[in-house]
Nanobody, 116 residues
Framework: QVQLVESGGGLVQAGGSLRLSCAAS????????MGWYRQAPGKQRELVAA???????VYADSVKGRFTISRDNAKNTVYLQMNSLKPEDTAVYYC??????????WGQGTQVTVSS
């Protein structure tokens, strides 16, 4: 059974940094896209950043220049380095992976809270 396990969330002051990690375990086909989404209270889940298996990245406009997504294919792990955090970055962050066979997997979510 495939599981995505996230870590690295927490409470940080505005201007601080956090690094999220998400590791996949269990038998799964080759992963093509990996990404991070977030959902704030009362809002829809939104894409934060994604990275393809070729290394191409996309970012939400609100995080460009502050967040960096990366991946370690050997470890089936995706990372999100978040710098210069703002209170509006407060949300539950979910990792997502999709395989070449078209299956989608989600992590359980990790809370990120940025205090002003």
């Amino acid at each position: 059974q495939v599981q995505l396990v996230e870590s690295g969330g927490g409470l940080v002051q505005a201007g601080g940094s956090l690094r999220l990690s998400c590791a996949a375990s269990g038998g799964m086909a080759r992963i093509n896209a990996m990404g991070w989404y977030r959902q704030a209270p009362g809002k829809q889940r939104e894409l934060v950043a994604a990275i393809g298996d070729g290394g191409i990245t996309v970012y939400a406009d609100s995080v460009k220049g502050r967040f960096t997504i990366s991946r370690d294919n050997a470890k089936n792990t995706v990372y999100l380095q978040m710098n210069s955090l703002k209170p509006e970055d407060t949300a539950v962050y979910y990792c997502h992976m999709s395989t070449v066979l078209g299956y989608d997997y989600w992590g359980q979510g990790t809370q990120v809270t940025v205090s002003s």
